[in-house]
């Protein structure tokens, strides 16, 4: 299995990015979806998506990020908005493989999204 991140960046207050994560080797998946680690904090979920059903975005983002799915090409998104310093973070991609669940199978190897003016 390998996870694929591109879209990390540099962005202003107020700005938006979109992320997106493309696994190969794999034969479909339960779940994909984003986790991310700001310097000396524990990495946290922050949105995920089954591949049948809805999705699941945390609270601290809510109403600014949007995580969205492409099954035929098994590809994650997320599209953020009104990003805000306390965005900054590597943001890590995951899948899983076996059950519909934020718990990951495998990561990705993580994409820098710095929110500072």
């Known amino acids: 299995v390998q996870l694929v991140e591109s879209g990390g960046g540099l962005v202003q207050p107020g700005e938006s990015l979109r992320l997106a994560c493309t696994a190969s080797g794999i034969f479909g998946f339960y779940a994909m979806g984003w986790y991310r680690q700001a310097p000396g904090k524990q990495r946290d979920l922050v949105a995920w998506a089954p591949s049948i059903g809805s999705t699941n975005v945390t609270d601290s983002v809510k109403g600014r990020f949007t995580i969205s799915i492409d099954l035929a090409q098994d590809t994650v998104y997320l599209q953020m908005h009104n990003l805000k310093p306390e965005d900054t973070a590597v943001y890590y991609c995951?899948?899983?493989?076996?059950?519909?669940?934020?718990?990951?199978?495998?990561w990705g190897q993580g994409t820098q999204v710095t929110v500072s003016a």
């Open positions: 995951f899948v899983n493989l076996h059950v519909s669940s934020p718990l990951p199978d495998a």
